[in-house]
C-alpha cells in the first residue's frame, strides 16, 4: 500500500526517467541526417510539416519504449508538454502522423541511428556494456532500435 505523499515522488521518478529517456533519444537523433519520411519538402502544394521529421521519429521511440498504441500515445504527449521543448515539436502530432512517419522510415536510416549508437560506446554488439555507466532508458532505446 502507498503511503500519503508517496505517489507524488513516484510521478517525478516516472516523469525524470521519461526526460532521460528522451534526452538519449534526442542526441542520437539529432546526430544523424534528417530522415526522408515527408513527401512535402517543398512550400508549393501539400499540407505544411508541423514538425522536424526527427521530432516524430524520437516521438515513435518513445512510443515502442512505452509500448503505447498510437491514439494512447498522442494523449500521452497531449498531457506531458514539458517534453515537448526536448522532444522538439511545434505542435501536437495526431495519431496518423505517427503512423505515416513510422511506415516511411526506412532501415538505412534504422541501421545508421544503430550503427551511430554502438560506435559511440553505448552499446557493444555482444551485449556487454562498456566502462561507461548505461542508465536503464539508455539501454532499453538500443534494445528497441535492435528489434526494429
Not at 24 to 40: G, L, M, S, T
Not at 98 to 121: C, D, H, P, W
Amino acid at each position: 500500500m502507498v503511503r500519503k505523499g508517496e505517489w507524488h515522488d513516484y510521478e517525478n521518478g516516472k516523469k525524470k526517467e521519461y526526460g532521460e529517456f528522451v534526452k538519449k533519444a534526442r542526441e542520437f537523433a539529432y546526430a544523424q541526417p534528417v530522415p526522408a519520411i515527408y513527401y512535402n519538402t517543398t512550400s508549393k502544394g501539400g499540407k505544411p510539416n508541423k514538425n522536424d521529421p526527427r521530432a516524430l521519429v524520437i516521438c515513435l521511440l518513445l512510443k515502442i519504449w512505452l509500448g503505447k498504441p498510437y491514439r494512447d500515445m498522442v494523449s500521452f504527449l497531449s498531457d506531458s508538454t514539458c517534453l515537448w521543448p526536448i522532444i522538439g515539436l511545434k505542435a501536437l502530432p495526431g495519431r496518423m502522423d505517427l503512423q505515416r512517419a513510422m511506415n516511411r522510415l526506412t532501415k538505412e536510416y534504422l541501421s545508421q541511428l544503430n550503427s551511430f549508437i554502438v560506435e559511440q560506446g553505448y552499446y557493444s554488439k555482444k551485449g556487454a556494456r562498456q566502462s561507461i555507466s548505461v542508465s536503464y532508458p539508455v539501454a532499453r532505446l538500443v534494445g528497441l532500435i535492435d528489434r526494429l
